[in-house]
């Protein structure tokens, strides 16, 4: 028997980078907030002394636990799921701070195409230049309208970067200066310079610089040692939202955590959201928090398995082509190349997360795709990371990939090997998408939510031109050997490729195509909000960090209107929305 608790105005769902943004806005206008988060605590302090590869990049130490939950995976819709065992093609992160620890910090704009991709494809090209299957959409808001929230986000995290022609424009600059050049991001500047590209250094939420960001927090400067993903910052110099929002709504009184607080299930009654229920992992009991505003703030899987598990919305059926909760669920493609250096040794063991260059000459519609089988493109990029012992042992693709030879090759190409890659954006498909199991349920009783996905005939185009493009800019970087990347006949969940998730309750103009509104405000149910990756109409061709925080921005702002109109905060009239 559950436990009902006492009201709340506000609960949400995950307390990462968007649950943080909504606390921390809510709270600072006096608006009491509950956060619901079911990993442990976590601070910087948490972090001090752990550069330890095995325990958190190989065994996952700040992931998800597979064994409570995990998700279903199959290619095609007319094939068993099988659960993921293992963690593999992404990393499903848990606990206070959610994905937001781990990341890389690389923090980009989706262009304004992005945004308004379906009506510019159409006005430029032509309609179905893909083709029926494709489910293009526009997001039901302009890059004008979402600019001001991109850069709110980036002075809560600090971002460090530069302009640069070909990627969103700003009315503002970045917060911080950029990262530091190195002899790598130089080289490749260089090389696509000669080949008439227009590099820049890649924006940065490991920064450049110590920073007070305008709530009052500290953001401190980054030390390059190397170990951002997967890693937690013993620094403080990566920006999270454990040192950044979290923080913010913890110093305004009117902000409650509780971690360790499993979300079952959103309680939906007379057309509006009442509550969620949770399970508390460290006692077992089950409790009823009542809200009179919900927002689910979790990664993209639990958003989209909450509400399919909840009976709300109507979830997307591939066949009819109807509905819309599960519905463009989109991934990214990965082409590039990998180049060898037979007389050169480069130090890659120091870096950070987003010490990189990046060059948008080929992303979204900055090239004319006129007489090209694909639409959209990627950034290209290089990144100095910081190379791992146990995770990169690169060899060329002619090594025997165990035994004495592999180990000799990969002890000689440890210094001497470069890589160019392009993160391709990816474009919804009818087959792709996100709906409950028949068969498989998690610890409590629940179905886990099944992956339906694979590569299609974009995904293939795009990634060969892509990777060509890779490779003329590895080759003008002196590689005596360049090896261009190939993508495989089917995906495949089990190496890692991106956690960069997306779709499932997306976002647009009207109730028939999309699930939420621009302001993340569910069309069919009004006092429930959903926002993150999740809301995305299909992934653009940059890290999503950035845009989901935007977003997270925006929807706090419908909240707050929210409380003071109710209804529906986006009107459709003659076709035309109106916020």
Known sequence: ??????????????????????????????????????????????????????????????????????????????????????????????????????????????????????????????????????????????????????????????????????????????????????????????????????????????????????????????????????????????????????????????????????????????GKATGVKYIDLQTGEEFIQPADIVVLTSYVMNNVRLLLNSGIGRPYDPESRTGVIGKNYCYQILPGATGFFEEEKFNTYMGAGSLGASVDDYNGDNFDHSNMDFIHGGVIAITQTGQRPINNNTAPNDTPNWGKE?????IKYYHRNLAVGVQGASIPHRNNYLSLDPEYEDIFGYPLLRLTYDYTEQDRNLHNYLTEKSAEIMKEMGASRVEPREISDHYSIVPYQTTHNTGGVIMGGAPETSAVNNYSQMWDVENLFVVGASAFAHNGGYNPTGTVGALAYRAAEGILKYREESGQLVKIVNDRKHA
């Open 1 to 270: 028997m559950a436990t009902t608790l006492d009201k709340v105005e506000v609960v949400t769902v995950g307390v990462g980078w968007t649950g943080g943004i909504i606390a921390a806005e809510l709270a600072k206008q006096g608006v009491q907030v509950v956060g619901l988060e079911r990993g442990k605590a976590r601070s910087t302090e948490d972090f001090k002394h752990v550069h330890d590869e095995y325990r958190y990049a190989i065994r996952y130490e700040l992931m998800q636990d597979l064994s409570r939950e995990t998700i279903t995976f199959r290619n095609h819709r007319d094939e068993r799921a099988l659960p993921m065992r293992q963690l593999g093609s992404f990393l499903l992160g848990e606990g206070l701070g959610g994905a937001g620890v781990h990341w890389n910090g690389q923090t980009y704009r989706f262009l304004p195409y992005d945004l308004q991709i379906k009506t510019m494809t159409e006005e430029k090209y032509g309609k179905n230049k893909l083709g029926e299957d494709y489910t293009l959409q526009d997001w039901g808001i302009s890059y004008e309208e979402l600019e001001p929230y991109f850069y709110k986000f980036e002075q809560t995290a600090g971002i460090s970067g530069e302009d640069n022609k070909n990627s969103a424009p700003r009315e503002n600059d970045y917060p911080t200066p950029p990262m530091k050049e190195t002899p790598i991001t130089k080289r490749f500047k260089d090389a696509a310079k000669n080949l008439k590209l227009s590099p820049y250094h890649m924006p940065s939420a490991n920064l450049s610089e110590n920073y007070e960001n305008p709530d009052g927090q500290t953001i401190n400067q980054c030390q390059y040692c190397g170990f951002c993903e997967r890693f937690g910052c013993e620094y403080g110099a990566k920006s999270s939202p454990n040192v950044t929002v979290i923080p913010t709504a913890e110093k305004s009184g009117k902000f409650e955590l509780r971690t360790h607080a499993n979300v079952t299930e959103v309680i939906y009654e007379g």
């Open 406 to 410: 592999f180990k000799s090759q990969s």
